[in-house]
């Protein structure tokens, strides 16, 4: 009974609702040690073009590998980073990584890409956070136009005054702005309104039963008719299927982040993609010139 109560804390926990979370003690102990023997790394999951399936850009998605523990998942370590402050510190790194991997990325691809990144709540209201973009930004040399910043509307509503004067600061810098998990958090839709964001991403949760459930592709048209209107651009997150694929594609969903066309991986991986895309699109070309 104890056992099931306190699991259920664990996963209904949210910063701004709950007290100090109950963590293991020795998980974050091995977070301290895995900073310093650089255990964290960074995986990239595509997000591509729903028409043409080509990738666009790429978001970051942070991998702790312990050396005996295996791979701890995000949803595990992120809130005790959260709590302790080492998000700070991590965020900043997976920011500036991101930025200088793109690089990487777009001269194996000779094309312009974007990367995408998850800042949390706490790293947000951080006095630090625009410093540390502007230097992610500057060490990069990437423009401000190829960095999105994805937030949950949570990290809108702890303090709306804030995150406005913030915002604005990022739009000044061209970065754009994704709302994560749209249509999961706590918010009205005024945000929409009052701040500068560019693009909502449907959580997987909407995308999961499609397209057999009808209360979720209302709620997928919802959002993609109010995008639309708004001038916003959506990607659809956890897309599995092609029957998901076709299904949003048709309703003028425009990118697409699923397994279905590439899972999280490792930078190398991501090359090799990359790689490989620039010789399928070659492939018409020369077919196109031997036909003639
Ligand atoms: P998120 O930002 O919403 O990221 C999307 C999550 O969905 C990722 O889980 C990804 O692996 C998973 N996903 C993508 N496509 C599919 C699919 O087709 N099917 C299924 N079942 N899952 C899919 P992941 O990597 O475990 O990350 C979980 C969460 O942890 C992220 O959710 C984000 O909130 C947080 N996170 C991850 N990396 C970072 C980071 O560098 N900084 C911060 N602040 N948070 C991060
Ligand atoms: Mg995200
Ligand atoms: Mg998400
Ligand atoms: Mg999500």
Avoid at 14 to 28: F, K, R, T, V, Y
Avoid at 127 to 138: G, Q
Avoid at 228 to 235: I, P
Wanted: aromatic content about 8%.
């Amino acid at each position: 009974r104890a056992k099931e109560t306190g699991k259920a804390r664990a996963v209904v926990y949210s910063p701004s609702l709950a007290g100090p979370p109950q963590h293991d003690i020795s998980l974050e102990a091995a977070m301290f040690q895995a900073v310093r023997e650089g255990e964290f790394q960074l995986y990239y999951q595509p997000i591509v073009d729903a028409q043409t399936r080509e990738i666009q850009g790429f978001e970051t998605l942070m991998r702790w590998k312990h050396p005996t523990l295996g791979m701890v998942p995000p949803a595990r370590f992120i809130p005790i980073a959260e709590t302790n402050g080492l998000i700070n510190l991590l965020g900043a790194w997976a920011l500036k990584a991101a930025c200088v991997q793109l690089k990487q990325f777009e001269e194996v691809a000779k094309r312009s890409l974007y990367i995408s990144v998850n800042i949390s709540p706490r790293q947000f209201r951080n006095d630090k956070f625009l410093d540390v973009l502007d230097d992610a930004i500057a060490f990069s040399g990437l423009l401000g136009e190829q960095l999105v910043l994805e937030i949950t509307e949570g990290t809108l509503m702890i303090d709306p005054v804030h995150a406005e004067s913030i915002l604005s600061k990022m739009a000044e810098r061209k970065a754009r702005i994704a709302i994560d998990d749209f249509g999961t958090g706590y918010s009205s839709l005024a945000y929409l309104k009052r701040f500068p964001i560019s693009v909502l991403k449907i959580d997987r949760t909407f995308i999961r039963d499609l397209p057999g459930s009808q209360k979720d592709g209302a709620i997928c048209n919802a959002v993609l008719d109010l995008a639309k209107h708004l001038n916003l651009s959506v990607v659809a997150e956890g897309v599995e299927t092609e029957e998901q694929l076709q299904y949003l594609e048709q309703r003028g969903c425009q990118y697409i982040q699923g397994y279905l066309t590439g899972k999280p991986m490792a930078a190398n991986v991501a090359l090799a993609a990359l790689k490989e895309s620039i010789h399928v699109k070659m492939v018409p070309a020369e077919l196109r010139q031997v036909a003639q």
